[in-house]
């Protein structure tokens, strides 16, 4: 079973513009969710995704979102970027019951300059 | 919302040596799960365990609920286990649905 994919691996781009992240789960997994790990803050959660629908969100500003599609493949789009969004943005599936644990994609390493 | 701390912040072994991580958390949670991220950044799930005693090879993890806490255990450790060590939890009260806080993890170092 292919694991959690993410794309691209690496983006470079300058304050101001925006930003769109991909992400295809595992196979069969409905659940993505979106968390951003930087030295500073460490990992935090920005928000989940099931069957299409955002079911919970993390503390951050409006210029974070994302969306799901039917296939279940995610993208998260940041708008007007700041320099403060540099980070590894982190994508994750899991299967619908509760107990599923999550598995992680390699993630993605957004500089902002 | 719910605080994690993981201690030893940092942590360097030889190969062959033993090692605990601890977790602890402020709440009551459903959802406790151990990751390892290794030098390349990727996160790899080692154990979900909100309650009880889990082991998979040489590594087991122990959460005691009622105290809040939980423990990673290494053993035998190899060069190949170094990175970091995260703990992330959700709280009961969320009934699931929230998303997971981490800790800010232990970055074991193994030197062979």
């Known amino acids: 079973k292919a694991g959690v994919t993410q794309t691209p691996r690496y983006l470079i781009k300058t304050r101001g513009q925006q930003v769109t992240l991909s992400c295809s789960p595992i196979?069969?997994?409905?659940?993505v969710s979106w968390y951003q790990q930087t030295p500073g803050q460490g990992l935090q959660f920005l928000f989940e995704?099931?069957?299409?629908?955002?079911?919970n969100k993390g503390n951050f500003p409006g210029r974070f979102s994302g969306r799901q599609f039917s296939n279940s493949r995610s993208e998260m789009n940041v708008s007007t970027l700041e320099l403060g969004d540099s980070a590894l943005y982190l994508c994750?599936?899991?299967?619908?019951?509760?107990?599923?644990?999550?598995?992680f994609g390699n993630g993605t390493r957004l500089t902002v300059t | 919302g719910i605080q994690v701390e993981q201690s030893p912040p940092d942590l360097i072994l030889q190969e062959g040596a033993n090692s605990t991580l601890r977790c602890n958390f402020s709440?009551?949670?459903?959802?406790l799960q151990w990751f390892h991220q290794n030098p390349w950044g990727q996160l790899i799930n080692l154990f979900y365990?909100?309650?009880g005693t889990k082991q998979n090879g040489r590594l087991s993890a122990t959460t005691v609920a009622t105290e809040r806490y939980s423990l990673l255990y290494i053993s035998s450790s190899q060069t190949t286990d170094s990175g970091v060590y995260f703990c992330?939890?959700?709280?009961?009260?969320?009934?699931?649905?929230?998303?997971?806080?981490f800790g800010k993890g232990t970055h074991l170092i193994i030197q062979p």
């Open positions: 995704y099931f069957s299409e629908t955002q079911r």
């Open positions: 994750a599936s899991r299967g619908d019951t509760n107990n599923s644990p999550l598995h």
């Open positions: 365990i909100p309650s």
């Open positions: 992330a939890v959700a709280p009961y009260s969320g009934g699931g649905a929230d998303g997971l806080t």
């Open positions: 709440d009551s949670v459903n959802n």
């Open positions: 196979s069969g997994h409905r659940s």
